[in-house]
């Protein structure tokens, strides 16, 4: 049901899953991040985008056998993935979920204009009864243009095991969210670096091919209770996974009896009743030729050209 302050998407239909990603994007005047699900990479149904004001980039391209130039404004790396899976005591080990997973039951999306915060909450159960509950909520600060940040909530119930859980910060993108255009050269960014600090802050550094604007974002994932982390990276991504175990067998009409797991980065608090909190993510979207940021409210003029794709 919408409101005057809420746009409210009741149920998940990959057909119209574009538009909805577009209607709840999120952003500050400095940069923003299409409203995609988090669990899942670009592909003919999602297409997880961040665009900074300013950042383009001109790439040639071949078609029809002619040498053509296009200009974009470029797709940044994506902050906001997490991937997760059930692994039950009682059975095999589950697939990674995402919203076009057959064991989806329930699916909801709220845009809040008032709070200027974007909610998915799903419900997934298999066959055997067994149902996880997961709650994201991102925002993009106005206050602090280079900021984001995602919270995820999990809750289990039915059964017993770990729930392994993936944050991923992925320089593997590109532009090719129009189609009439995927036929031109979308990879804009190159010179890949990535690593994971002493601190846990994963970080990504990379610029785009012909103007070298440089791109820096960093990623702080933490979580409540405490879960050891195992860390990997390759030159164009971090993965920092954390495996959640011992989760207890619940019951279906007390799911306040769950385990609580909470995956934060930022420092509101929530009660027991709230099981996640996922990531909260400094984008320090860096370019050397642009302009400052505006002030609050008030967005850096883009230059003339193409806009996203």
């Not at 997490?82 to 080990?93: H, K, N, S, T």
Request: aromatic share 6%; net charge positive; with cysteine.
């Amino acid at each position: 049901m919408n409101t005057a302050w809420t746009w409210t998407f009741d149920r998940y239909d990959p057909k119209t899953e574009r538009v909805v990603e577009a209607l709840c994007t999120l952003g500050n005047g400095r940069f923003a991040t299409r409203g995609a699900a988090p669990e899942s990479p670009a592909d003919a149904v999602h297409y997880p985008g961040t665009y900074m004001a300013g950042c383009y980039n001109w790439l040639p391209s071949q078609v029809a056998g002619k040498q053509v130039g296009n200009e974009d404004m470029v797709n940044l790396p994506d902050w906001t993935r997490v991937r997760y899976r059930c692994l039950p005591e009682d059975g095999p080990a589950g697939e990674w979920l995402t919203p076009d997973d057959p064991s989806l039951r329930h699916h909801r999306a709220v845009l809040d204009l008032h709070a200027g915060t974007l909610s998915r909450r799903m419900l997934f159960q298999d066959g055997h009864g067994r149902r996880l509950g997961v709650t994201h909520t991102r925002l993009v600060h106005m206050a602090d243009p280079y900021l984001a940040a995602q919270q995820s909530t999990f809750r289990a119930s039915g059964w017993r095991g770990t729930i392994e859980i993936q944050s991923v910060l992925d320089g593997d993108v590109t532009n090719a969210g129009v189609a009439r255009y995927r036929a031109l050269n979308g990879r804009h960014l190159t010179g890949h670096r990535a690593g994971v600090g002493a601190d846990g802050i994963a970080w990504l550094s990379c610029e785009t091919t012909s103007l070298r604007t440089r791109i820096g974002i960093a990623v702080r994932t933490s979580s409540r209770p405490l879960a050891a982390v195992t860390l990997s990276c390759t030159e164009e991504a971090t993965a920092q996974t954390l495996p959640v175990a011992d989760l207890p067998r619940t019951s279906r009409r007390r799911p306040q009896g769950s385990r609580p797991l909470q995956l934060a980065g930022s420092t509101r608090g929530r009660s027991a009743h709230v099981c996640g909190r996922t990531r909260h993510a400094r984008t320090g979207l860096r370019d050397r030729a642009r302009r400052p940021p505006g002030r609050l409210g008030r967005p850096v003029e883009p230059r003339r050209g193409k806009g996203a794709r």
